[in-house]
């Protein structure tokens, strides 16, 4: 029994700056077999699979390869383990040729050290063959499709004849019939000997293809069992587990007019007939699965990205065409997921950051009154608690929370009535998360309407007053505060119809 | 210990802050030892003269790093709308209202070349670099074309705004330190500045706060061509002819003034004083060395070696400043 045992890992633990990303998680992983790793968005599930492909090294624990302990040190190192990664994101040069993109890294040498061209198109050529592929070795990538791209990422993984495969998400990008090619490429895998390591959370992908299943939550193992001993229902509750902890400060504010409503909200490919509502006074959250449209939904609402067809109706008032400043001056704001990029100036001060969306506050005749504006921005940061050495202290020199705090103190500057909030506690500590919950909650007494978009369940179920879930781009379902329920939710946005 | 920190906080404050105006002070007082003919008054306007006209494009180019663009067509649209301000006296004839239209057709040239920059820049996403620089050439074959590569003599009182003097003060000085002030209005008081610093830190984000991105990069260049109008006047006026040939290589002067004064080349950090402290640095470098009879071919290697070693000192504050506090301010707010 024991030697069919291709790799294992023994208590691995591995901390980030704020975060315990894996708690002594323990799986083994037979010999041509495959064995899925579930779990929601965060739990854990990448990062394990980055310290078994050398990424990242863990701070306890071990890796045994055939029963033998290893020190994995680097992606380059894991190939010559015999262990070869799929990547979620596409990690490809789109100016070079998918024979040059294969063998980026290792082309092929002749004698005198210079690329060999023809060999490398002719094994291209022999591999896309193989596996069937109808396009030629010498076309840019550029030229191709995603999904032709994630396939060719899938081809690449598999060229050297790797002993593990981690495959993650690899269904995320590519179309039904690919996917059938996929399935088959794993069982050619298997045949051959190889064990993949398949992540995913599409339940139906998972039964049709799992020999093993391990189920994380938390940074923790919950439980890892042959996949003939688990069904759908009882996979899901695994995954979300039951922790409804009281460390959320809700409570029931009395609500008011809907402040924001949105019909039929369509942009092609992206989402379509988007229909909610948010009441002032309420908090409306938004769940799903990582690429089910709701980011893009909110961009859209405010004005960053275009949107085809949908009616959108702001503080009774219906608005025909969305921009950023207009919707700065109607009072709806948007909190973005990735603060670096769309929050923040990080090489400016804390003060210009927080003034930056109301600066003509602070300007009279033509001057700007550099007076008021510190007097504002002190009390903003005291009121958001940013702790920061002085108001001159660049943005990008303070930590995850902080940050948050002061693209929340920038637009509490703007005196909001609508505050689409995407991923507002992602990346930060749990002392700062509890405060942006309170913060919420204030703001909600204060009679504003609050869209909250988050990948942890918990915090959906915990602050907000209704949630709509969102699959595939569409909403697929929308449940009251007191008929919350993490395994109705999971399946709405996992997309199994069932009541 | 708290006291303590906040000693430390304020060297650091001055040192990162005033760092460029320290070099100037030891640079002044070095030359000064070094040539008893630096430290006069004459000398010192002489070098305040020399450094007006770059020093004035240098605050247009500021402005335009600042919000993470740059032109490289300064020197080639000074050449075409002085050639043609100069030709507009010639053909009004002397008097101060002649003179005035002249100004006015100077700027309303350089605005003109830096509108179409903008459009080029906004409307299609074209990358500051390669817009500048087709406008270089173009400017330049403006200017030839207009004058058939003749130069313009017998330009009469036109010479007056780069020659004479107010009280004892050349008035190249003064223009000089008039868009001084303007720049700095710009940058520090204005919406419109801090819009720059914002979009030069962070584009996205500065869109994503309600920052008309387009327009404020559009006005960025108005500016500039405003300060190249001016400088091109002062320019001609200085060199007794409209030249079509001259200016050239004047706007790498002017972007070397600029990065020396601690404009950052990646956008978003830069200020009007640092570009002046930047400009007489770049002054007295080229003084003493004319003083002390250096090489004039090894004075251009010494001139290249700084820019070098100012780029270089740019990236090495950014990274040591993240660095740093990344680590340090963290936990002392922490702890506060």
Redesign the interface.
């Known amino acids: 029994m024991q030697t069919d045992i291709k790799l294992e890992l023994r208590n691995i633990s591995k901390s980030f700056p704020g975060v315990k990303a894996l708690d002594q998680v323990s799986f083994k992983v037979r010999k041509g077999t495959t064995h899925v790793l579930c779990g929601e968005n965060g739990a854990g599930k990448s990062t394990l699979m980055k310290i078994i492909n050398g990424i990242y090294t863990p701070d306890e624990g071990e890796i045994l390869l055939d029963g033998k302990p290893v020190k994995i040190d680097n992606p380059i190192h894991a190939r010559s383990l015999g262990i070869s990664m799929i990547f979620q994101e596409l990690s490809f040069v789109p100016e070079m040729t998918v024979a040059e993109n294969i063998f980026l890294g290792r082309w092929p040498l002749d004698k005198y050290r210079r690329v060999d061209h023809a060999e490398m198109y002719k094994r291209t050529q022999a591999l896309m063959e193989r596996e069937g592929l109808h396009y030629s070795p010498y076309e840019q990538l550029k030229n191709l499709s995603v999904s032709d791209i994630q396939m060719l990422e899938i081809i690449k993984a598999v060229s050297n004849d790797p002993q593990i495969v981690i495959m993650d998400e690899p269904t995320s990008a590519i179309t039904d019939k690919e996917i059938e090619k996929l399935f088959e490429m794993i069982r050619t895998l298997k045949e051959r000997g190889a064990s993949i390591i398949y992540i995913s959370h599409k339940m139906d992908e998972i039964f049709r293809i799992a020999d093993d299943i391990t189920v994380l939550r938390d940074g923790s193992m919950v439980d890892s069992r042959p996949a003939s001993e688990l069904d759908v229902d009882e996979t899901i509750a695994l995954m979300v587990g039951r922790r409804m902890e009281n460390k959320y400060p809700w409570e029931d504010v009395p609500k008011g007019d809907v402040l924001l409503d949105v019909k039929h909200l369509t942009s092609q490919g992206v989402f379509r007939d988007i229909s909610f509502n948010i009441r002032a006074g309420e908090i409306v959250g938004f769940a799903g699965l990582m690429g089910a449209g709701r980011t893009e939904v909110v961009r859209a609402l405010?004005g960053?990205d275009p949107y085809d067809s949908g009616e959108i109706t702001i503080k009774d008032r219906r608005r025909e065409h969305l921009s950023?400043?207009q919707?700065?001056a109607d009072g709806l704001v948007?909190l973005?997921e990735d603060r670096r990029?769309?929050?923040?100036?990080?090489?400016?001060s804390v003060m210009?950051n927080v003034?930056?969306?109301n600066?003509?506050k602070f300007?009279y005749k033509?001057?700007?009154h550099r007076r008021e504006e510190r007097d504002a921005v002190t009390e903003q940061c005291r009121s958001m608690n940013v702790?920061?050495?002085?108001l001159?202290?660049?943005v990008?020199?303070?930590?995850g929370g902080?940050q948050q705090k002061v693209v929340l103190a920038?637009w509490m500057e703007v005196d909001p009535d609508i505050l689409l909030m995407d991923e507002p506690t992602r990346g930060i500590d749990v002392g700062a998360k509890f405060e942006i919950y309170k913060l919420m909650i204030d703001l909600a007494r204060k009679g504003k309407a609050l869209l909250m978009v988050s990948s942890e369940l918990p915090e959906l179920l915990g602050m907000c007053d209704r949630i709509y879930v969102l699959s595939q781009g569409r909403i697929t379902g929308e449940l009251k505060r007191e008929d919350f329920s993490a395994e109705q939710i999971m399946h709405y946005a996992i997309g199994t119809d069932r009541g | 210990m708290q006291a303590k920190q906040g000693k430390a906080?304020l060297w650091e404050?001055i040192k990162s802050k005033y760092a460029i105006f320290l070099v100037l002070v030891v640079l002044f007082v070095i030359c000064s030892l070094l040539n008893s003919n630096f430290l006069t008054w004459g000398n010192l306007t002489n070098i305040s003269r020399q450094i007006s006209v770059t020093t004035i494009l240098a605050f247009g180019e500021t402005i335009l790093i600042i919000s993470g663009l740059l032109d490289l067509s300064s020197g080639s649209v000074m050449a075409f709308a002085g050639t043609l301000s100069v030709m507009c006296y010639k053909a009004l004839g002397e008097g101060a209202g002649s003179m005035l239209v002249a100004i006015l057709v100077a700027i309303a040239i350089a605005m003109f070349c830096n509108a179409l920059n903008a459009l080029m820049v906004t409307t299609f996403k074209a990358p500051a670099f390669i817009v500048t620089l087709a406008m270089q050439t173009m400017a330049r074959g403006a200017a030839l074309l207009l004058t058939a590569g003749q130069n313009v003599y017998q330009i009469g009182n036109y010479t007056v705004l780069g020659q004479g003097s107010v009280w004892v003060i050349p008035i190249p000085i003064l223009f000089m330190l008039f868009f001084f002030l303007v720049t700095r209005y710009i940058l520090?008081?204005?919406?419109f500045g801090?819009s720059l610093?914002?979009i030069g830190?962070?584009e996205?984000?500065?869109?994503?706060?309600?920052?008309?991105v387009n327009k404020v990069k559009t006005a960025a260049y108005l500016v500039n061509g405003v300060m190249v109008g001016m400088a091109a006047v002062l320019f001609m006026s200085r060199v007794n002819a409209g030249l079509p040939n001259g200016c050239i290589g004047y706007e790498t002067e002017a972007l070397t003034t600029a990065i020396i004064g601690g404009t950052s080349f990646t956008g978003?950090?830069g200020t009007a004083g640092g570009t002046i402290v930047g400009a007489f640095i770049v002054g007295f470098l080229n003084n003493i060395m004319n003083l002390t009879s250096v090489n004039s071919y090894l004075q251009q290697i010494i001139k290249g070696a700084i820019i070098a070693l100012a780029v270089i000192y740019d990236i090495y504050a950014?990274s040591r400043?993240?660095r740093k506090?990344?680590g340090n301010?963290?936990d002392?707010?922490?702890k506060?």
């Open positions: 405010f960053l950023v400043k919707n700065i948007m973005s990029r769309y929050g923040l100036i990080p090489i400016r210009e003034s930056l969306a600066l003509k300007i033509g001057w700007l702790k920061t050495p002085t001159e202290t660049t990008e020199a303070l930590s902080n920038k | 906080n404050t520090s008081d204005t919406r801090r610093y914002a830190g962070n996205a984000a500065a869109n994503a706060s309600g920052i008309a978003g950090i950014k400043r993240t506090k990344m301010i963290e002392k707010a922490g506060k």
